[in-house]
């Protein structure tokens, strides 16, 4: 659908990457510029994907870069590499989902097999988990209920 404003024409559909139209005055010219520039432009959805790989593929090379033996670690990061650029022209949205899915499932075997944790997550040194006590090595506190003492013990 187009519609006629002065000698411009403006075009209402002009594509799900349009993100203006052209105000009385404009050139055609200026909106060829806009529309190189808009080309580029990745919607919210491709952008969201885009740092759900990258942080991805970082989560691998970090697990990879834990492993011991020279050797070893270099296949890993080669595999990795390799995985991810199998997958890098897909555009099937199924084949998409079921790749990151794929990943997530070997990123976390990866971790556990390498030993990896997250920086982010902290023990805390206060708690009662960390307690070191020879008598008692889960850190409960008191060795006997309340209500089992005497009235004897319980007054002083």
Known sequence: MSA??????INRW????SRSRLKEGETTTKRAAQGKRLRNVPS???FLHKQTIVKQYRGFLRSVAMIPDEQWR??????????????KKETNNLSISMAIKEGDRRLNELQNMV???HSTTKADADSWLNI????????RVGLEWPWDKSEDESTK
């Open 4 to 9: 006629r404003n002065g000698s411009v024409t």
């Open 132 to 139: 070191d006590d020879k008598d008692d090595p889960r850190g």
């Open 44 to 46: 919210m959805k491709e």
């Open 115 to 117: 030993g990896y944790t």
């Open 14 to 17: 002009a594509g799900p990457r």
């Open 74 to 87: 270099m296949h890993a990061r080669d595999e990795v590499r390799n995985s991810f650029a199998t997958y």
